[in-house]
């Protein structure tokens, strides 16, 4: 499983999504133009000392994100693609994900690609929210998303009793521009 953030706009998000996929095991893609420097401060705060446990790579667009995801599988691609918006598709609690999927989320302020979203057809997910609410932070969407996601495809949770055990990695000081994987 992979999660796609297509121009996320907030640091803050994208932190807390690496340090998420970090604690998961997944790898995290982000597609530019990013509204920040992969030294921000902020992303590098949001995702603390655990960068060098995130398999982060950046891609130039979608097209270049896409192409190097459709390796991951003989799956088709579009069958693959979980294309997560505010704005209608199936419910998250009723849709079923598969173990090679890709979760994609848009930027904070104008989501994913309409054209994408609407071509996605079936592949379209939600976050139930109450009307008068246009969307949910990126951050928690993607962690509520990728839980259930996980789950639902039968890939194992991490097996956390409790005790934390410091990567060695850790004191390193590595930014997200130190260990990016640049496509």
């Known amino acids: 499983m992979d999660v796609v953030l297509v121009q996320p706009e907030i640091p803050h998000n994208s932190g807390c999504a690496g340090r998420l996929t970090a604690a998961l095991g997944v790898a995290l893609h982000l597609v530019e133009p990013l509204g920040f420097s992969l030294d921000d ?15 982060l790579h950046v891609h130039a667009d979608l097209g270049a994100a896409l192409e190097h995801l459709k390796a991951g599988s003989e ?7 979980k294309w997560f918006s505010a704005r209608g598709g199936k419910s ?57 996601a996980m789950d639902r495809a039968g890939l194992p949770l991490p097996n956390n009793d409790g005790e934390y055990v410091v990567d060695a990695r850790a004191s390193e000081g590595l930014t997200p521009g130190q260990i990016v994987n640049k496509k």
């Open 75 to 81: 799956r088709p691609l579009a069958d693959r693609l």
């Open 41 to 55: 401060r902020y992303l590098r705060r949001a995702g603390l000392d655990y960068w060098p446990m995130v398999d």
């Open 92 to 148: 998250l609690f009723q849709s079923e994900f598969a173990q090679d999927d890709i979760l994609l989320f848009g930027s904070e302020s104008k989501g994913l690609p309409m054209d994408d979203v609407d071509a996605a057809g079936g592949q379209r997910v939600y976050l139930p929210i109450a009307k008068g609410v246009r969307s949910l932070n990126l951050a928690n969407t993607v962690a509520v998303a990728l839980y259930m």
